[in-house]
């Protein structure tokens, strides 16, 4: 079976960095691209970027560029969100979740989510 | 930036029809997604491609797009649909993707 298995919570500083992974197993992981999402507390989805596995491609939201990196380790199957200089309202429960890519948007398995903390 | 507009509630009594829009420039031309999700979980995918369900989702759910609005219709919504549901599509690129702000159904 499918299976997205994030890292455990996180408390920062301010301007610190933090760095989330997630394990994936069930499935060929070059075949699918990860994507990143975000949700602040009492707030909505905000989609991060996508990375892709095979390629090594990646794509950011434009309110994280230079701040935000996308990696993947293909010999453990494992994607990673690196978010730098952290601020107060990077605070917020960080989920990975997967899709095929090709304009395939489907977002079919997800991650447990990882909350971060960033507080002095 | 592109922006996906969502009702922040919509409120149904059990049985009745709840119907949930997003409206965004791109839809003509890019697929909606639909998302679930209930407090404290990770999202669950309910439609995909504007009008596709995925296996597993009662089909109550249906989804519908007509020129810049999706809908999402939950057809005898009952109190376990009592969520929150988030549209997702993408800008004009194609990989840029966005949420819209997501609406919470009450089924009272």
């Known amino acids: 079976q499918v299976e997205l298995v994030q890292s455990g919570a996180e408390v920062k500083k301010p301007g610190a960095s933090v760095k989330v992974s997630c394990k994936a197993s069930g499935y060929t992981f070059l075949t699918y691209d990860i994507t990143w999402v975000r949700q602040a507390p009492g707030q909505g989805l905000e989609w991060l970027g996508f990375i892709s596995p095979l390629t090594g491609d990646t794509n950011y939201t434009e309110t994280l560029q230079g701040r935000v990196t996308m990696s993947t380790d293909t010999s453990t199957s494992t994607a990673y969100m690196e978010l730098k200089s952290l601020r107060s309202d990077d605070t917020a429960v960080y989920f990975c979740?997967?899709?095929?890519?090709?304009?395939?948007?489907?977002?079919?398995?997800w991650g447990q989510g990882t909350l971060v903390t960033v507080s002095s | 930036s592109y922006e996906l507009t969502q009702p922040p509630s919509v409120s149904v009594s059990p049985g009745q029809t709840a119907r949930i829009t997003c409206s965004g420039d791109?839809?003509?031309?890019?697929?909606a997604y639909w998302y679930q999700q209930k407090s404290g979980q990770a999202p669950v995918l309910v439609i995909y491609?504007?009008?596709r369900r995925p296996s597993g989702i009662p089909e109550r759910f249906s989804g519908s797009s007509s020129g810049t609005m999706a809908t999402l219709t939950i057809s005898g919504a009952r109190a376990e649909d009592e969520a929150d549901y988030y549209c997702?599509?993408?800008?004009?690129?194609?990989?840029?993707?966005?949420f819209g702000g997501g609406t919470k159904l009450t089924v009272l």
């Open positions: 491609e504007d009008r």
């Open positions: 979740a997967r899709f095929k890519g090709d304009y395939d948007n489907r977002f079919d398995y």
């Open positions: 997702y599509s993408t800008d004009s690129s194609g990989f840029h993707g966005v």
């Open positions: 791109e839809l003509p031309r890019k697929n």
